[in-house]
């Protein structure tokens, strides 16, 4: 069964400041999914990746398939980033089937 | 028009209540999903439906009942449930299952 592990669980930035959230994962995948979840319960999806780097605007994801790791960064972050953020893995589960693995996501708050 | 649709936004029901939930997608995808969102606690997928087929049921008690008369439309009947249920539940959809999903915007279900 893959593990799904995102940190931090909450994060608190200023506005204008880097931001960084991790997602690590314990067994081989096909691709990674980072979705942004808005109060309310919104979802999007923001990327899917399965190696190197994707950039959207002030988003960058990156991921490490030796290290089983990813990140995902905002660049100047902005109170409108504020909302939670989920890492989720698609791995093979066997008879031609995948399943997504969900982590826990990680609750991002920008202060003006 | 948004890709994904959910009907109600909100509902309120009683133990002793039969309700249904539903979903609609615009987006020509073949693979439909329902997930459960309680507080502080990570999606959990419930059922998976590629093609009208259920493929998944992550042992959902039988008070939740889907339904998918096509690969546009997916219900979930609700009857006799707990106020444990009460939760935001998520209908997604994708290409083939496993690919990036696409979220509606969730019922806000309450169970008094």
């Known amino acids: 069964k893959n593990e799904v592990e995102q940190s931090p669980q909450n994060l608190t930035a200023q506005e204008g400041e880097f931001i960084t959230i991790n997602c690590s994962y314990s067994?081989?995948?096909?691709?990674l999914h980072w979705l942004q979840q808005h109060p309310g319960g919104g979802i999007v999806s923001l990327f899917m990746l399965s190696s190197g780097k994707k950039k959207h605007g002030r988003l960058i994801a990156t991921i490490n398939i030796q290290e089983k790791h990813s990140s995902l960064h905002i660049t100047a972050s902005h109170p409108r980033d504020s909302a939670v953020y989920i890492c989720?893995?698609?791995?093979?589960?066997?008879?031609?089937?995948?399943?997504?693995?969900f982590g826990k996501g990680t609750k991002l708050s920008v202060i003006p | 028009e948004t890709g994904v649709t959910q009907t109600p936004r909100h509902l309120v029901m009683g133990m002793t209540n039969k309700k249904s939930l539903k979903c609609e997608q615009h987006l020509g995808h073949n693979a439909m999903y329902w997930y459960k969102q309680s507080a502080k606690k990570p999606l959990e997928l419930m059922f998976v439906?590629?093609?009208?087929?259920?493929?998944e049921n992550n042992s959902v008690p039988s008070r939740f009942s889907p339904e998918c008369p096509n690969s546009s439309h997916l219900f979930l009947h609700l009857h006799t449930l707990q106020p444990e249920d009460s939760a935001l539940y998520l209908c997604a959809s994708s290409p083939t299952p496993g690919d990036t999903q696409y979220f509606g915007p969730g019922t806000r279900l309450t169970v008094l």
């Open positions: 439906y590629n093609f009208k087929e259920q493929t």
């Open positions: 989720a893995v698609r791995a093979y589960s066997g008879a031609g089937s995948y399943q997504l693995t």
């Open positions: 067994v081989g995948i096909s691709a």
